[in-house]
C-alpha cells in the first residue's frame, strides 16, 4: 500500500531517508516543473529544484501538518526561484540562445510529423517562453502553479503568502499578457 | 439579468478555473455559449493553458529521478563544517522517539563518573578537586586521619581515634603525634 505524504513526512522526521527519497520520487517533475516556468532555464531549474528539496529535508522537522506537504514544498520551490530570479536577472539574448537550445533538443520528440504543425509548434513553444519571461516572478508563479498542477486559488495564496483575490488579478493579468503576446499563434 | 462581454472576459479566467459561485457559473456559461467572441476568448485561454501545461510536461519528463537525486543527495551529505553535520546529526537523533536510549546512558556515565575513584588512586570528583575545601580519608601511619586541604598553602589534619586502645596497642605511638605534613 502506497503511503500517504503525511505518513512519509514522518518517516523522514524520525529520520528515515528512504521516506525522503520516496517524497522526491513523488514531487520532483512537478517541482522541477514550477521552477522551469519561473526562470526559463534548465540548468537552473535543475539546480533550484534540487536545493529546494535539500531545503525542505533540512526543515522537515519543522512541517507540523497544518497545510499539505505539497503546498509546503512549492513554498519552498517558488520563493527559491523568485530570489534566484532577481539575483540572476539574464540579459534577452541569453534567454533566446538558452530558449533555442532547450527546444532544438526536444526536436523532433514531441510535435507532429507534419512538418507545418511542427513549425507552428515550435513557434508557438518559443514565443511562449517568451511572453512567460516577459512576466515578473509573481505572475509567472501564478500561472504556472495553476497550469501545471491546477492549484486552486486558495492553495496558490497559501504557497505565495497573498489572497486568493491577489492571485485571481495576478492570474487574469497574465493571461491577458501571455494572450496579447501569443494571439496569433493560438 | 444581462451579462455584457467586458464582465465575462474579465471573469472568464476564473471560470475557466472553477473559482466562481454556481450561480455566477451558469450566468458566465449561458453568455458564452451564446457569444461568438467570448467562446473564441475562452477558447484562446484555453490553448494557452494546455499549451504551457504541455512545453512544461515535455522538459520535465526528460528528467531522469536517478541523477535529480544525486544531486539532492550530494547536498544533504556534502562535506560540511564539524558544526553543521553535528547539528544535523542531533537534528535527527534527539527526537522524541530516539530519547529512550538517552535516560539509561545518562544513568550509567553518572555511575561511572562517581566510581572512577575506586579504581584509579588519587581520583577526585566533585568538591576534592581544585583549591576548595576538601576532606580525605588516609591511613597514614596507621592513624585514621582527615585532611582538609583548604588551599594549596593551607592544609588542616585531625586525627580520628576510633579504637583508642587497640590502636596505642598496636603502633606504640603516641596519639598525639605530631602531624609530618
Known amino acids: 500500500m502506497e503511503l500517504s505524504d503525511w505518513e512519509l513526512v514522518q518517516r523522514c522526521q524520525e529520520g528515515d531517508a528512504a521516506a525522503f527519497q520516496g517524497l522526491v520520487a513523488r514531487y520532483y517533475r512537478k517541482v522541477f516543473m514550477v521552477v522551469l516556468g519561473i526562470l526559463n532555464h534548465r540548468e537552473d531549474a535543475m539546480e533550484v529544484a534540487q536545493e529546494a528539496f535539500f531545503r525542505a529535508y533540512r526543515n522537515i522537522k519543522g512541517f507540523k501538518g497544518g497545510s499539505a506537504f505539497y503546498t509546503w514544498l512549492y513554498r519552498i520551490a517558488v520563493n527559491l526561484s523568485i530570489d534566484f530570479q532577481r539575483r540572476q536577472k539574464r540579459t534577452p539574448t541569453e534567454f533566446r540562445e538558452t530558449m533555442d537550445e532547450l527546444i532544438d533538443k526536444r526536436e523532433g520528440a514531441e510535435f507532429a510529423k507534419d512538418p507545418y504543425v511542427d513549425f507552428q509548434g515550435k513557434e508557438l513553444e518559443q514565443r511562449l517562453f517568451a511572453a512567460i519571461n516577459e512576466l515578473t516572478p509573481d505572475h509567472k508563479a501564478v500561472i504556472v502553479m495553476r497550469a501545471i498542477e491546477g492549484l486552486s486559488y486558495k492553495d496558490i495564496g497559501r504557497i505565495l503568502g497573498c489572497s486568493e483575490g491577489t492571485v485571481m488579478s495576478r492570474l487574469h493579468y497574465a493571461r491577458k499578457k501571455l494572450q496579447e503576446k501569443l494571439g496569433p499563434y493560438l | ?181
Open chain 2, 1 to 181: 439579468m444581462k451579462t455584457d462581454c467586458k464582465t465575462v472576459k474579465n471573469s472568464l479566467g476564473a471560470w475557466l478555473d472553477g473559482e466562481l459561485s454556481a450561480s455566477e457559473t451558469e450566468r458566465i456559461r449561458m453568455h458564452v455559449e451564446g457569444c461568438p467572441s467570448c467562446s473564441g476568448e475562452k477558447e484562446q485561454w484555453e490553448r494557452l493553458q494546455v499549451s504551457l501545461r504541455g512545453v512544461l510536461e515535455g522538459e520535465a519528463s526528460g528528467v531522469a529521478f536517478e541523477p535529480f537525486w544525486d544531486g539532492v543527495s550530494r547536498r544533504i551529505f556534502a562535506e560540511r563544517p564539524w558544526y553543521a553535520r553535528l547539528w544535523d546529526w542531533a537534528g535527527l537523533a534527539f527526537v522524541p522517539q530516539r530519547l529512550a536510549w538517552a535516560i539509561p546512558l545518562v544513568i550509567v556515565a553518572l555511575l561511572a563518573m562517581f566510581s572512577l575513584d575506586q579504581f584509579f588512586a588519587g581520583w577526585h570528583w566533585g568538591s576534592n578537586r581544585g583549591n576548595g575545601s576538601a576532606v580525605d580519608s588516609i591511613d597514614g601511619h596507621g592513624f585514621n586521619v582527615a585532611v582538609f586541604r583548604e588551599s594549596k598553602t593551607k592544609t588542616t589534619v585531625i586525627w580520628l581515634f576510633e579504637n583508642q586502645e587497640d590502636e596505642d596497642e598496636s603502633s606504640g605511638e603516641p596519639a598525639s603525634a605530631e602531624s609530618s605534613f
